[in-house]
């Protein structure tokens, strides 16, 4: 019948097109059925006004977040339309930002003299304790520690590219540097337990291999890792079937054999080796180098402001990773109940190397669902100089939130070494986008600064923002956190550094985006 020959030709060239095109990594992968999942996120505003859940339950992200996510990495309209849908005066924990009522006149520059939009860190990186290769970040947005294996070689090296064309950081993960983050952005190393990548046979610390491995590379900087968010207290475990040859010769590891991380630092066990081993890495190298943990107990975190406070050890910045961090795989009871949330943990960090006046001489880095605007500014107000962005990076080159990292299944070819699913994932294409989120979340923190009466989110302070209660009541965030006027701030060195460094890379007004090819 010629009606279902007819039939048969069309889904045939459907099937070749899906397969050969590469905006979509879902269809790439799986043509045909593929078109469902779009035709169903195009009529969900409808279908949820009277069935399954509304914009905002979902975790860990929400449907709005993931939405302002995926339409700013693709240069569609990321506005909302008919008002808020959050019912503000019933929702405890509200966050509220306070403008200045009269406002002000924003700079606009030549987007020929501002292509990217940067938007440099208030401070300088390793300056307070003279690193010969100091620098100052050029993008206050960077991107969080993903290892290769933890996701695939066509995400990290979308991620690089990306990276590249918006100016930001890309932190390597504890996986070590692979070919595929050497694609012209710029590296955050990442030493993890398992020191992958400068590793010995029997798992130490190789020292010579770490030293000709940054002189190799364009390593910016390099972070400790005490522990992450989502898993503190554990090491990391890659199971042997994603073990292949690739990752096992970048890692130093055996293929095909399950790779633990150990829990804790075969080179320092106390807060006077750690600094010893920090500053013999930054001496040998000249790269700051700076730690990443979660926030436990805090008797860590005193220790080591005072020996900053009084000698010359010190580590050049600290990343603060809250335990709503994510990862491709932890026991739900690490996950869900160990380490404190961003918010609690780092306003406690700050505040004791804020007492003991050691917060100016950090470069503080906040990370845990820091990717939109009023939570990254938030981050500010509390006193980072830096955030991170992980899981909404992931999103931005094509996460769906399948949450099947820790299958190896992923659909969208991002937390995947699964040859066929990765095919799907096109680096090119993504790349643009990653640099289009990034370039669009700087531009919304700029804004809301601007709405704040500042030049640069470096000078917000916790008098910005208030905290609702639910109950018709808010509490100023300096009171929530027990934060004294003026520890968020700027040096007045730093301030006048950052405002010459604003003047030479034009990061205010509206920024150039990049079209996918």
Same mark, same amino acid.
């Given at each position: 019948?010629?009606?279902?020959?007819?039939?048969?030709?069309?889904?045939?060239?459907?099937?070749?097109?899906?397969?050969?095109?590469?905006?979509?990594?879902?269809?790439?992968?799986?043509?045909?059925?593929?078109?469902?999942?779009?035709?169903?996120?195009?009529?969900?505003?409808?279908?949820?006004?009277?069935?399954?859940?509304?914009?905002?339950?979902?975790?860990?992200?929400?449907?709005?977040?993931?939405?302002?996510?995926?339409?700013?990495?693709?240069?569609?309209?990321?506005?909302?339309?008919?008002?808020?849908?959050?019912?503000?005066?019933?929702?405890?924990?509200?966050?509220?930002?306070?403008?200045?009522?009269?406002?002000?006149?924003?700079?606009?520059?030549?987007?020929?003299?501002?292509?990217?939009?940067? /938007? %440099?860190? +208030? !401070? *300088?990186?390793?300056?307070?304790?003279?690193? @010969?290769?100091?620098?100052?970040?050029?993008? &206050? $947005?960077?991107?969080?520690?993903?290892?290769?294996?933890?996701?695939?070689?066509?995400?990290?090296?979308?991620?690089?590219?990306?990276?590249?064309?918006?100016?930001?950081?890309?932190?390597?993960?504890?996986?070590?540097?692979?070919?595929?983050?050497?694609?012209?952005?710029?590296?955050?190393?990442?030493?993890?337990?398992?020191?992958?990548?400068?590793?010995?046979?029997?798992?130490?610390?190789?020292?010579?291999?770490?030293?000709?491995?940054?002189?190799?590379?364009?390593?910016?900087?390099?972070?400790?890792?005490?522990?992450?968010?989502?898993?503190?207290?554990?090491?990391?475990? /890659? %199971?042997? +079937? !994603? *073990?292949?040859?690739?990752?096992?010769?970048? @890692?130093?590891?055996?293929?095909?054999?399950? &790779? $633990?991380?150990?829990?804790?630092?075969?080179?320092?066990?106390?807060?006077?080796?750690?600094?010893?081993?920090?500053?013999?890495?930054?001496?040998?190298?000249?790269?700051?180098?700076?730690?990443?943990?979660?926030?436990?107990?805090?008797?860590?975190?005193?220790?080591?402001?005072?020996?900053?406070?009084?000698?010359?050890?010190?580590?050049?910045?600290?990343?603060?990773?809250?335990?709503?961090?994510?990862?491709?795989?932890?026991?739900?009871?690490?996950?869900?109940?160990?380490?404190?949330?961003?918010?609690?943990?780092?306003?406690?960090?700050?505040?004791?190397?804020?007492?003991?006046?050691?917060?100016? !001489? *950090?470069?503080?880095?906040?990370?845990?669902?820091?990717?939109?605007?009023?939570?990254?500014?938030?981050?500010?107000?509390?006193?980072?100089?830096?955030?991170?962005?992980?899981?909404?990076?992931?999103?931005?080159?094509?996460?769906?939130?399948?949450?099947?990292?820790?299958?190896?299944?992923?659909?969208?070819?991002?937390?995947?070494?699964?040859?066929?699913?990765?095919?799907?994932?096109?680096?090119?294409?993504?790349?643009?986008?990653?640099?289009?989120?990034?370039?669009?979340?700087?531009?919304?923190?700029?804004?809301?600064?601007?709405?704040?009466?500042?030049?640069?989110?470096?000078?917000?302070?916790?008098?910005?923002?208030?905290?609702?209660?639910?109950?018709?009541?808010?509490?100023?965030?300096?009171?929530?956190?027990?934060?004294?006027?003026?520890?968020?701030?700027?040096?007045?060195?730093?301030?006048?550094?950052?405002?010459?460094?604003?003047?030479?890379?034009?990061?205010?007004?509206?920024?150039?985006?990049?079209?996918?090819?």
């Amino acid at each position: 019948m010629p009606w279902v020959w007819g039939i048969f030709v069309f889904l045939l060239l459907v099937t070749v097109y899906d397969l050969t095109q590469k905006k979509h990594a879902i269809l790439r992968s799986f043509p045909i059925i593929g078109h469902f999942r779009y035709l169903l996120e195009s009529v969900g505003p409808e279908l949820r006004q009277y069935i399954v859940t509304s914009n905002n339950e979902e975790l860990p992200f929400s449907r709005d977040q993931r939405a302002w996510v995926y339409a700013s990495s693709k240069r569609r309209n990321n506005y909302s339309g008919f008002g808020t849908d959050n019912d503000q005066e019933r929702s405890s924990n509200y966050l509220i930002i306070k403008h200045d009522t009269l406002g002000r006149m924003d700079t606009h520059h030549d987007e020929e003299k501002n292509p990217t939009f940067r /938007l %440099p860190c +208030a !401070k *300088v990186l390793g300056a307070h304790r003279g690193r @010969r290769r100091a620098f100052r970040p050029e993008s &206050v $947005v960077n991107i969080s520690a993903m290892s290769f294996g933890s996701l695939s070689s066509a995400a990290v090296r979308a991620l690089n590219e990306g990276a590249a064309i918006c100016g930001c950081l890309q932190n390597t993960g504890e996986g070590g540097i692979s070919p595929h983050h050497l694609h012209g952005g710029e590296l955050i190393w990442q030493i993890g337990t398992g020191y992958f990548g400068c590793r010995t046979a029997q798992g130490g610390f190789d020292r010579a291999e770490f030293i000709r491995k940054v002189e190799a590379h364009p390593v910016r900087a390099v972070e400790i890792k005490l522990s992450q968010g989502a898993k503190p207290g554990l090491g990391g475990v /890659l %199971p042997g +079937a !994603k *073990v292949t040859a690739e990752i096992a010769r970048i @890692r130093g590891v055996p293929q095909g054999k399950t &790779v $633990v991380s150990p829990a804790s630092h075969r080179s320092f066990r106390t807060v006077d080796e750690m600094l010893d081993f920090v500053e013999d890495l930054a001496d040998a190298t000249g790269v700051p180098v700076g730690i990443k943990s979660a926030v436990g107990e805090l008797a860590f975190w005193e220790i080591l402001a005072d020996r900053m406070a009084s000698e010359e050890r010190g580590v050049d910045f600290i990343t603060i990773d809250g335990g709503e961090g994510g990862t491709g795989a932890a026991p739900f009871a690490f996950s869900d109940h160990v380490a404190m949330p961003f918010k609690i943990g780092f306003s406690r960090v700050y505040r004791i190397f804020a007492q003991r006046e050691m917060h100016q !001489k *950090v470069v503080w880095v906040g990370a845990g669902k820091l990717g939109f605007p009023e939570n990254a500014l938030l981050a500010f107000c509390l006193g980072a100089d830096l955030i991170n962005v992980g899981r909404e990076a992931m999103m931005a080159i094509g996460c769906i939130q399948a949450q099947r990292c820790h299958t190896g299944h992923c659909p969208a070819g991002v937390a995947t070494q699964n040859k066929w699913l990765v095919r799907g994932l096109d680096p090119t294409h993504k790349s643009a986008r990653l640099a289009n989120y990034v370039i669009s979340l700087r531009k919304e923190i700029t804004r809301l600064s601007h709405a704040c009466g500042v030049d640069h989110p470096g000078f917000l302070s916790a008098d910005h923002m208030e905290i609702l209660d639910g109950a018709f009541g808010s509490r100023p965030l300096r009171d929530v956190f027990g934060y004294v006027a003026g520890w968020e701030l700027p040096s007045d060195a730093d301030a006048a550094l950052v405002r010459a460094a604003m003047g030479s890379t034009g990061d205010l007004g509206e920024p150039a985006v990049y079209a996918e090819p």
